[in-house]
């Protein structure tokens, strides 16, 4: 069996959010491969900007259908059940807070929960999409991103410098270095990766972060 990548041990950990019964979007990039992992036996709905709820696991090359995609483009499976709706309809899903979680990627997280996801000055953008609809529109909503960008600096800053998707719209952050709660008295370190350390997350987290009493060591 090969090796799982970091994204998809993100996805992995993320997966554990999602709870028996949820609607569930799931944002462009990494979110999409929650989808992989979701176990048969736990009964969950998740729902696409696109107008699709009941989207199932990346299809085989066999089970292709280039109809059937998700909101960034990419070709999906459908369970049985499955509807197809109008991208107004599904945005009046999201509007009226039907959505119970929404799984996004991230460029930046604030220690306050600003997120920003969705452009990056001077780079080509389809758009805003539906990003600034779910972070206000779901009941809780969970970012997923590497803990440092490729430079190796901070993705979890005191404040967000790329243009923002949301104010303080987090409440948790999954990273491939750790699991942070964004609370009222600030960053809360509740879980840590396998290979790192409560001072490894630190020193790669620009704000202050607390310690979770139950902080769980070797987590995933």
Known sequence: MAELSTREKIAIRAEQEIKNGNYVNLGIGIPTLVANFIPKEKQVLL?????LLGIGPYPSEDQVDPDL???????????????YFASADSFAMIRGGHIDLAILGGMEVSESGDLAN?????????????AMDLVHGARR?????????KDGKPKILNQCTLPLTGKSVVDRIITDRAVIDVTPEGLLLVEVAKGYTIGD???ATEPPIRIADN????AY
């Open 47 to 51: 729902q696409s900007e696109n107008g």
């Open 69 to 83: 995609i998700n909101a960034g483009k990419e070709t999906i499976t459908a369970i049985a059940g499955a509807s």
């Open 118 to 130: 969705w452009m990056i000055p001077g780079k080509m953008v389809k758009g805003m999409g539906g």
């Open 141 to 149: 909503i969970v970012v997923i991103m590497d803990h440092v960008n």
């Open 201 to 203: 997350i630190a020193m």
């Open 215 to 218: 902080v769980l060591l070797d």
